[in-house]
C-alpha cells in the first residue's frame, strides 16, 4: 500500500532557503524515500519567494488581502498567522485548496500550527477515513512572537499573542502526533495537551564542497581569518546579534571581519541600534545577503569560526546543526544550541551567554590557528545529518498509518 | 630604536598653531633645538597610498618657521569682522551650490574655483572645506612624492609619536598593523571625545566616524597621551563601552605661556580695537563653545539700561551650527556695536589681545582641555569659564565657574565684573601671583617622560 501524504505549509520549498523550508523539505523527502506519495500545499506570501514556487500547489496570499490585518488593524511579522484565516474564509482560495488536495490522503502533515483549521477542515469534509493528523512543530510561536512584537506598540499584540497560543494548544491536543525539535518545546507542547509527542531534531544536509566555487569567493572575503553568522531575515536574529555584540563590533581589532549571510543583512543594515556605530561596524562587517547554496558551502569552508549569537526564540536552530558540522570554531550562547545540548560540549565548541565573554571569546578565536579537531568533530556529530534525525518519525507515522488502517 | 615624530599636520597647516597643531609644533622645535634629541626622525603620512615618508631636517625647521611667522606680511585684511554683506552673499552661495559645483565641473576647474573661493571666503562650509583639503592635499602630497620622499622602514621598539589631526589624515588601521606585525609603539594623542559624548554638538555624520576613530586609535596605540583626567576618563568609559582593550593611558598637560607680544607684529586696527575696555572670548565660533549665553547675557544687561557695557570681542573662525546666532547678533540693534569678530590673528596679536583685555569668558559645553582659559590667566587676566568637563583642571582656584545654560549667573557675573574694577584687578594680581602656567617646554617633557 503506498501511503498519501498531505502536507500544509506557509512557504513553497522548491528552493529551500529558510529554517523553516529547509526542514519541510526533509520531512518532504524523509517521506519519499519511505515509500510514500506526497503533496506539499503551501499557503505563501504573494510577493515573496519570487520564482521560486509551484504554480499548482502554492495558493498566492495577495499583500492586499483583507485577511492581511488581524481584526482589521495591521501588526507586523503575522502574514503566517493571517495565512491561515485567509485559506478558510477566502472562498476563491478555499476552493483552490479543496481541489488541489489529492481525493485520498492517510497522513495530513502541518508544519507549524498556521494552517490548522484548514487541516481540520480538510480532515473532517474531505476526508472520510479521517487521515492521521501530524503536528510538526518547529517552535514554540507564541513565545517567539511575544518577543518579536515586544518592540512594537500595536494595540492588538496581546490578542495576536492570546489567538496564537490557542492554536497551538488547539493543534498540540487535536492532532495524533506532535514532531518538536527540541526537548523544551516538548515540554511546553505536553503542558498544551499533546499526546504523543517525538523529538527530531534539526539537522545537516553533508554537501560536498566545490573547489571551483571556492577560489572564486575567496577572493572577495576577507584575507585575515574571519567569523561567519549565517541567519534569515527573521528579527530575533538581528536582536541577538546586536545585544551579543553590544551594538558595536569595536571590540575586534580594526583588521577582523564578520561575514555576514541571509537575510539578516538587511535587518542589520537597517537598524537603527548601531546608527552610532555605523562606521566601526560597516569596517568591521562583510555583508554578502543572499548566496548560492554552493557558495554557501564554500564560505562556510574557509571560515575560521561560525558564530551563533541567537539570545531568543524558541525551537533549535537550524544553523547551529550545521555550524556543529563544519569544520570551523563553533561559538555560540545557549539558546542556539537549544536541542543540541550534547553537542555543546565537541572540540572547538564555546558556549558564552555574557555578551562580554562572548566577544572576548570571538576576539581570541580569531587569533588562535585554524580548528584542526575536523574527523573527531564529524564523527561526533553523525546524529545530525537529516536521515538520522528524521529516522523515529518515519517509523511513528509508519505504525500510526498502519494502525488507523486497520482500525478503518 | 629610533624616534619619528610625524610632521603631517605641521607640514599641511597653513595658519597660525592652534591647540593641537601646537602640541606638534611645541614637539617638533623641542626636538630641533635640543641636541641631544638630534637623532629624532621626522615623517609624514600619505593617506591617499598609505605611505610614510622622511622629512629632512632643514625641510622640518622651514615648515615650523612658516607656521611661527604666520601673518608677519599679511596686510590689514589678515582680520576682517564677518558682516561684510558681499562676503556673506558669496558664502551663501556658496553653501548652498557647492553640490553642484563639484558634480558638475571637470577637475582641472573644480580644484582652482575652489581654492579661489576658500582663499577669498574663508566662512565656506565644513564640507566644503574638507573636499577642498582633501583635494589640495592629495595635489601636493602627490608632487612630493615624484619629487624628494623616500619610504621608511621601521623596525622593532621605534617609536612613532603622531599627535597633530589624525582623524583627518591617518589610516588607523594601516597604524595598528604596524604596532603588530612589526612592533612598533605608536604613541597618539586623545584630546577630547566630544563628538562620541555630545553628537549633538558636532556637524552631522561626524558622530559615527569619530566614534570609529577613536575605537581604531584605542587599537593601533601603545600608549596614549590624554590631555586632561576628564578626557582620560571619557576616554577609558568610552574603551570599556565597545570592549577595546586598553593601552596604556596618561594625562600630559598643555602648554598656556603664549610669548609677550611683538608690538611690530601687531596689525594697526587690533591696536586700535585695544584701546577701549573689552571682554575677550578667543574660540573656534561653534555651537559647542556657547557664545550665545555671551549674547544673551549681554542683551539682557542692555534691555535692563546698563550703560557704557563694554566690547565683546569674539577670537576665531567661524565653524558650524551658529548661523543663526551671527544673524541673530548682526541684525540686533541693542548689540550689534558690542561684538566684534576677529579671524587670523597671529600669535602676536592674540597675546596682545589678552593683555589687554579687562577679562575673559569661556562659556564652553564640554571641552577636553580648555587652553584659553590657561592663556588668559597666563597674561594674569581673569576669566569667568563654565563648570563643565575639564575646564576646572585648568582653571583650578583662579578661575569663576558658572553653569553655561544659565544666561542670568553670567548676566551678573559679567555684572559685578563691570561694577568692581577693583575687585577684577585684585583677582588679576592674585593670579600673577600666585598662577604658574604650564610651559610648553614642560608639556614637551611631560610627553617624553611618559612615553619613553
Given at each position: 500500500?503506498?501511503?498519501?501524504?498531505?502536507?500544509?505549509?506557509?512557504?513553497?520549498?522548491?528552493?529551500?532557503?529558510?529554517?523553516?523550508?529547509?526542514?519541510?523539505?526533509?520531512?518532504?523527502?524523509?517521506?519519499?524515500?519511505?515509500?510514500?506519495?506526497?503533496?506539499?500545499?503551501?499557503?505563501?506570501?504573494?510577493?515573496?519567494?519570487?520564482?521560486?514556487?509551484?504554480?499548482?500547489?502554492?495558493?498566492?496570499?495577495?499583500?492586499?488581502?483583507?485577511?492581511?490585518?488581524?481584526?482589521?488593524?495591521?501588526?507586523?511579522?503575522?502574514?503566517d498567522l493571517q495565512s491561515g484565516e485567509f485559506i478558510v474564509k477566502d472562498k476563491c482560495a478555499w476552493n483552490k485548496m479543496v481541489s488541489i488536495c489529492p481525493a485520498h490522503v492517510d497522513v495530513i502533515h502541518l508544519e507549524q500550527p498556521w494552517l490548522y483549521e484548514a487541516a481540520?477542515?480538510?480532515?473532517?469534509?474531505?476526508?472520510?477515513?479521517?487521515?492521521?493528523?501530524?503536528?510538526?512543530?518547529?517552535?514554540?510561536?507564541?513565545?517567539?512572537?511575544?518577543?518579536?512584537?515586544?518592540?512594537?506598540?500595536?494595540?492588538?499584540?496581546d490578542q495576536v499573542i492570546e489567538r496564537i497560543l490557542s492554536l497551538e494548544k488547539t493543534c498540540a491536543s487535536e492532532a495524533d502526533l506532535t514532531i518538536v525539535v527540541s526537548s523544551y518545546d516538548a515540554s511546553v507542547l505536553r503542558e498544551y495537551g499533546a499526546k504523543k509527542i517525538i523529538l527530531a531534531l534539526n539537522g545537516v544536509e553533508d554537501r560536498v564542497v566545490s573547489h571551483e566555487v571556492q577560489l572564486s569567493v575567496k577572493s572577495s572575503l576577507p584575507k585575515e581569518p574571519f567569523a561567519l553568522?549565517?541567519?534569515?531575515?527573521?528579527?530575533?536574529?538581528?536582536?541577538?546579534?546586536?545585544?551579543?555584540?553590544?551594538?558595536?563590533?569595536?571590540?575586534?581589532?580594526?583588521?577582523?571581519?564578520?561575514v555576514v549571510l541571509g537575510g539578516v543583512c538587511d535587518l542589520i543594515r537597517h537598524s537603527s541600534q548601531q546608527r552610532r556605530w555605523k562606521e566601526i561596524n560597516a569596517s568591521r562587517l562583510s555583508m554578502w545577503g543572499g548566496v548560492t547554496n554552493k557558495e554557501l558551502d564554500a564560505i562556510k569552508s574557509l571560515a575560521h569560526v561560525i558564530v551563533l549569537p541567537i539570545t531568543s526564540g524558541g525551537g533549535s536552530n537550524l544553523k547551529s546543526a550545521e555550524a556543529l558540522r563544519s569544520n570551523s570554531y563553533v561559538l555560540g550562547t545557549t539558546t542556539s544550541f537549544r536541542g543540541f545540548e550534547s553537542h555543546s560540549s565537541l572540540p572547538g565548541t564555546y558556549i558564552k551567554d555574557d555578551p562580554i565573554e562572548f566577544q572576548c571569546c570571538l576576539r581570541d578565536l580569531l587569533d588562535a590557528s585554524p580548528f584542526v579537531d575536523e574527523e573527531l568533530r564529524k564523527k561526533s556529530t553523525e546524529a545530525l545529518v537529516w536521515k538520522q534525525c528524521l529516522k523515529d518519525v518515519v517509523i511513528?507515522?509508519?505504525?500510526?498509518?498502519k494502525k488507523n488502517v486497520n482500525m478503518a | 630604536m629610533s624616534i619619528w615624530l610625524d610632521l603631517t599636520t605641521?607640514?599641511?597647516?597653513?595658519?597660525?598653531?592652534v591647540g593641537i597643531v601646537r602640541v606638534e609644533t611645541e614637539l617638533l622645535r623641542f626636538f630641533l633645538n635640543n641636541q641631544e634629541w638630534k637623532?629624532?626622525?621626522?615623517?609624514?603620512?600619505?593617506?591617499?597610498?598609505?605611505?610614510?615618508?622622511?622629512?629632512?631636517?632643514?625641510?622640518?625647521?622651514?615648515?615650523?618657521?612658516?607656521?611661527?611667522?604666520?601673518?608677519?606680511?599679511?596686510?590689514?585684511?589678515?582680520?576682517?569682522?564677518?558682516?561684510?554683506?558681499?562676503?556673506?552673499?558669496?558664502?551663501?552661495?556658496?553653501?548652498?551650490?557647492?553640490?553642484?559645483?563639484?558634480?558638475g565641473l571637470p577637475e582641472e576647474v573644480k580644484t582652482p574655483l575652489l581654492s579661489y573661493l576658500a582663499q577669498q571666503y574663508d566662512g565656506c562650509t565644513y564640507s566644503l572645506k574638507r573636499k577642498l583639503k582633501s583635494i589640495t592635499h592629495s595635489l601636493s602630497t602627490k608632487k612630493d612624492i615624484a619629487s624628494k620622499s623616500e619610504s621608511i622602514t621601521f623596525l622593532p621598539n621605534d617609536i612613532y609619536i603622531s599627535v597633530g589631526l589624525d582623524w583627518e589624515y591617518k589610516n588607523m588601521q594601516q597604524l595598528y598593523i604596524l604596532k603588530r606585525d612589526f612592533k612598533v609603539k605608536n604613541i597618539f594623542m586623545c584630546y577630547d571625545l566630544i563628538p562620541y559624548l555630545r553628537p549633538h554638538l558636532c556637524v552631522t555624520d561626524v558622530a559615527a566616524f569619530f566614534a570609529k576613530y577613536f575605537s581604531d586609535l584605542a587599537w593601533a596605540a601603545h600608549h596614549v597621551l590624554c590631555i586632561s583626567n576628564n578626557s582620560k576618563i571619557d576616554f577609558l568609559n568610552f574603551l570599556d563601552q565597545l570592549n577595546i582593550p586598553h593601552p596604556i593611558t596618561s594625562v600630559i598637560t598643555l602648554g598656556s605661556d603664549l610669548k609677550k607680544p611683538d608690538f611690530d607684529k601687531i596689525n594697526p586696527d587690533i591696536k586700535n580695537l585695544a584701546k577701549d575696555k573689552y571682554i575677550l572670548f578667543v574660540s573656534t565660533i561653534e555651537r559647542r563653545k556657547n557664545h550665545e549665553v555671551i549674547y544673551r547675557a549681554m542683551t539682557r544687561l542692555v534691555d535692563k539700561g546698563y550703560k557704557n557695557l563694554p566690547k565683546v570681542i569674539f577670537v576665531g573662525m567661524q565653524g558650524w551650527g551658529v548661523a543663526e546666532l551671527m544673524t541673530d547678533i548682526k541684525l540686533d540693534h541693542r548689540v550689534h556695536n558690542l561684538f566684534t569678530i576677529l579671524n587670523h590673528v597671529n600669535d602676536d596679536e592674540l597675546s596682545y589681545l589678552y593683555l589687554n583685555c579687562y577679562f575673559s569668558v569661556y562659556p564652553s559645553l564640554y571641552e577636553g582641555w580648555g587652553l584659553p582659559v590657561g592663556e588668559s590667566l597666563s597674561f594674569g587676566k581673569p576669566c569667568i569659564a563654565s563648570n563643565t568637563s575639564s575646564l576646572p583642571e585648568v582653571g583650578t582656584e583662579f578661575v569663576e565657574y558658572l553653569d553655561p545654560w544659565n544666561v542670568s549667573e553670567w548676566e551678573e557675573k559679567i555684572r559685578e565684573y563691570l561694577d568692581n574694577p577693583e575687585l577684577v584687578n585684585r583677582r588679576s594680581e592674585h593670579i600673577k601671583k600666585y598662577y604658574t602656567a604650564p610651559k610648553w617646554t614642560e608639556t614637551v617633557n611631560d610627553v617624553l617622560q611618559q612615553i619613553l
Amino acid at each position: 500500500m503506498v501511503v498519501h501524504v498531505l502536507m500544509l505549509t506557509t512557504y513553497p520549498i522548491k528552493v529551500p532557503r529558510h529554517g523553516g523550508q529547509i526542514r519541510a523539505f526533509n520531512i518532504k523527502r524523509m517521506y519519499e524515500q519511505n515509500g510514500y506519495k506526497v503533496t506539499l500545499v503551501s499557503v505563501r506570501e504573494q510577493d515573496s519567494y519570487v520564482n521560486e514556487y509551484d504554480t499548482y500547489y502554492d495558493i498566492p496570499f495577495a499583500n492586499g488581502s483583507c485577511y492581511r490585518r488581524f481584526c482589521g488593524i495591521d501588526v507586523p511579522y503575522i502574514t503566517d498567522l493571517q495565512s491561515g484565516e485567509f485559506i478558510v474564509k477566502d472562498k476563491c482560495a478555499w476552493n483552490k485548496m479543496v481541489s488541489i488536495c489529492p481525493a485520498h490522503v492517510d497522513v495530513i502533515h502541518l508544519e507549524q500550527p498556521w494552517l490548522y483549521e484548514a487541516a481540520a477542515r480538510l480532515k473532517h469534509e474531505k476526508y472520510s477515513n479521517r487521515p492521521v493528523l501530524i503536528y510538526s512543530s518547529q517552535n514554540i510561536e507564541n513565545e517567539l512572537k511575544k518577543k518579536i512584537l515586544c518592540f512594537y506598540s500595536n494595540p492588538m499584540k496581546d490578542q495576536v499573542i492570546e489567538r496564537i497560543l490557542s492554536l497551538e494548544k488547539t493543534c498540540a491536543s487535536e492532532a495524533d502526533l506532535t514532531i518538536v525539535v527540541s526537548s523544551y518545546d516538548a515540554s511546553v507542547l505536553r503542558e498544551y495537551g499533546a499526546k504523543k509527542i517525538i523529538l527530531a531534531l534539526n539537522g545537516v544536509e553533508d554537501r560536498v564542497v566545490s573547489h571551483e566555487v571556492q577560489l572564486s569567493v575567496k577572493s572577495s572575503l576577507p584575507k585575515e581569518p574571519f567569523a561567519l553568522y549565517i541567519a534569515s531575515g527573521h528579527p530575533p536574529n538581528a536582536t541577538g546579534f546586536f545585544s551579543i555584540f553590544n551594538n558595536s563590533l569595536a571590540f575586534l581589532p580594526p583588521d577582523r571581519k564578520i561575514v555576514v549571510l541571509g537575510g539578516v543583512c538587511d535587518l542589520i543594515r537597517h537598524s537603527s541600534q548601531q546608527r552610532r556605530w555605523k562606521e566601526i561596524n560597516a569596517s568591521r562587517l562583510s555583508m554578502w545577503g543572499g548566496v548560492t547554496n554552493k557558495e554557501l558551502d564554500a564560505i562556510k569552508s574557509l571560515a575560521h569560526v561560525i558564530v551563533l549569537p541567537i539570545t531568543s526564540g524558541g525551537g533549535s536552530n537550524l544553523k547551529s546543526a550545521e555550524a556543529l558540522r563544519s569544520n570551523s570554531y563553533v561559538l555560540g550562547t545557549t539558546t542556539s544550541f537549544r536541542g543540541f545540548e550534547s553537542h555543546s560540549s565537541l572540540p572547538g565548541t564555546y558556549i558564552k551567554d555574557d555578551p562580554i565573554e562572548f566577544q572576548c571569546c570571538l576576539r581570541d578565536l580569531l587569533d588562535a590557528s585554524p580548528f584542526v579537531d575536523e574527523e573527531l568533530r564529524k564523527k561526533s556529530t553523525e546524529a545530525l545529518v537529516w536521515k538520522q534525525c528524521l529516522k523515529d518519525v518515519v517509523i511513528k507515522v509508519d505504525e500510526m498509518v498502519k494502525k488507523n488502517v486497520n482500525m478503518a | 630604536m629610533s624616534i619619528w615624530l610625524d610632521l603631517t599636520t605641521v607640514k599641511k597647516w597653513n595658519r597660525p598653531a592652534v591647540g593641537i597643531v601646537r602640541v606638534e609644533t611645541e614637539l617638533l622645535r623641542f626636538f630641533l633645538n635640543n641636541q641631544e634629541w638630534k637623532n629624532v626622525k621626522y615623517c609624514t603620512y600619505d593617506k591617499s597610498d598609505f605611505s610614510f615618508n622622511t622629512v629632512e631636517f632643514s625641510e622640518a625647521k622651514e615648515w615650523l618657521h612658516r607656521i611661527d611667522n604666520y601673518g608677519k606680511n599679511q596686510n590689514c585684511d589678515s582680520y576682517k569682522q564677518s558682516q561684510k554683506p558681499l562676503y556673506s552673499l558669496i558664502r551663501q552661495f556658496v553653501r548652498r551650490t557647492n553640490r553642484y559645483l563639484f558634480k558638475g565641473l571637470p577637475e582641472e576647474v573644480k580644484t582652482p574655483l575652489l581654492s579661489y573661493l576658500a582663499q577669498q571666503y574663508d566662512g565656506c562650509t565644513y564640507s566644503l572645506k574638507r573636499k577642498l583639503k582633501s583635494i589640495t592635499h592629495s595635489l601636493s602630497t602627490k608632487k612630493d612624492i615624484a619629487s624628494k620622499s623616500e619610504s621608511i622602514t621601521f623596525l622593532p621598539n621605534d617609536i612613532y609619536i603622531s599627535v597633530g589631526l589624525d582623524w583627518e589624515y591617518k589610516n588607523m588601521q594601516q597604524l595598528y598593523i604596524l604596532k603588530r606585525d612589526f612592533k612598533v609603539k605608536n604613541i597618539f594623542m586623545c584630546y577630547d571625545l566630544i563628538p562620541y559624548l555630545r553628537p549633538h554638538l558636532c556637524v552631522t555624520d561626524v558622530a559615527a566616524f569619530f566614534a570609529k576613530y577613536f575605537s581604531d586609535l584605542a587599537w593601533a596605540a601603545h600608549h596614549v597621551l590624554c590631555i586632561s583626567n576628564n578626557s582620560k576618563i571619557d576616554f577609558l568609559n568610552f574603551l570599556d563601552q565597545l570592549n577595546i582593550p586598553h593601552p596604556i593611558t596618561s594625562v600630559i598637560t598643555l602648554g598656556s605661556d603664549l610669548k609677550k607680544p611683538d608690538f611690530d607684529k601687531i596689525n594697526p586696527d587690533i591696536k586700535n580695537l585695544a584701546k577701549d575696555k573689552y571682554i575677550l572670548f578667543v574660540s573656534t565660533i561653534e555651537r559647542r563653545k556657547n557664545h550665545e549665553v555671551i549674547y544673551r547675557a549681554m542683551t539682557r544687561l542692555v534691555d535692563k539700561g546698563y550703560k557704557n557695557l563694554p566690547k565683546v570681542i569674539f577670537v576665531g573662525m567661524q565653524g558650524w551650527g551658529v548661523a543663526e546666532l551671527m544673524t541673530d547678533i548682526k541684525l540686533d540693534h541693542r548689540v550689534h556695536n558690542l561684538f566684534t569678530i576677529l579671524n587670523h590673528v597671529n600669535d602676536d596679536e592674540l597675546s596682545y589681545l589678552y593683555l589687554n583685555c579687562y577679562f575673559s569668558v569661556y562659556p564652553s559645553l564640554y571641552e577636553g582641555w580648555g587652553l584659553p582659559v590657561g592663556e588668559s590667566l597666563s597674561f594674569g587676566k581673569p576669566c569667568i569659564a563654565s563648570n563643565t568637563s575639564s575646564l576646572p583642571e585648568v582653571g583650578t582656584e583662579f578661575v569663576e565657574y558658572l553653569d553655561p545654560w544659565n544666561v542670568s549667573e553670567w548676566e551678573e557675573k559679567i555684572r559685578e565684573y563691570l561694577d568692581n574694577p577693583e575687585l577684577v584687578n585684585r583677582r588679576s594680581e592674585h593670579i600673577k601671583k600666585y598662577y604658574t602656567a604650564p610651559k610648553w617646554t614642560e608639556t614637551v617633557n611631560d610627553v617624553l617622560q611618559q612615553i619613553l
